[in-house]
């Protein structure tokens, strides 16, 4: 089945400066990278997702990249604010797993912290 | 906006007892799923559906079973509680295909 690690599992960072997190998965037929943010004491929330007939996706100071042959994707966040302290995750998806395409694998985490 | 209700925030239940964790989605999707979320071990998923009375098991549903009646409501269900299911469970739903999961806010459940 779908591996997905994620690195680093803390980043502490200060303000304005940029974040980086990677991912890697390892079943080739994965087509669809959602990140995750999740604040405390929430549930995580959709930020920005991927597909893999896509290499970039930028929102705002957001961006994702994807290396289909490489199989990885990163997360860039630039101008970090304090409020971007959280936990993100990345997840791999849409290979079928039994009767459904909506599974989601999830990496474990990173902890990023925006010092002001 | 779509809502992801999970019934409680908070639990504390004894050891050996029958815990039952409720979630319900407003959205009408086909995927339901619930989630264990340990520090360092990230999101795990335990059991999903992808339609009422079906369920598969995900990567680690001992000690789980789950129930899906309607299609709003999914079950997670604890036969005979532990310590080591002391957690936060998070459950989530999906329409059909490679969309957006939506999480409820988590419920955090002590084992004593």
């Known amino acids: 089945g779908e591996n997905v690690e994620q690195h680093p599992s803390t980043l502490s960072v200060q303000e304005g400066d940029s974040a980086v997190i990677k991912c890697t998965y390892s079943d080739s037929a994965s087509n669809y990278f959602p990140w995750y943010k999740q604040e405390l004491g929430k549930g995580p929330q959709l930020i920005i997702d991927i597909r893999s007939n896509v290499g970039e996706k930028k929102d705002q100071r957001i961006a994702v990249t994807l290396n289909k042959t490489a199989k990885h994707f990163s997360l860039h966040i630039t101008e970090t604010q304090p409020e971007d302290s959280a936990v993100y995750f990345c997840?791999?998806?849409?290979?079928?797993?039994?009767?459904?395409?909506?599974?989601?694998?999830f990496g474990k985490g990173t902890k990023l912290s925006v010092k002001p | 906006d779509v809502k992801v209700t999970q019934s409680s925030r908070y639990l504390v239940k004894r050891t050996g007892e029958k815990v039952f964790l409720e979630c319900v989605q407003d959205?009408?999707?086909?995927?339901m799923f619930w989630y264990r979320q340990d520090p360092g071990l990230g999101l795990r998923l335990i059991y999903f559906s992808y339609d009422v009375k079906m369920k598969e098991k995900g990567d680690i549903p001992e000690g789980y079973s789950v129930s899906r009646e309607k299609k709003e409501r999914f079950s997670l269900i604890l036969e005979s509680a532990s310590t080591n299911q002391t957690s936060m469970y998070l459950c989530a739903s999906v329409t059909g295909g490679n969309t957006e999961a939506f999480f409820g806010q988590g419920t955090r459940l002590t084992v004593v």
């Open positions: 997840a791999a998806g849409g290979v079928r797993y039994g009767g459904s395409q909506g599974n989601l694998i």
């Open positions: 959205m009408d999707h086909e995927n």
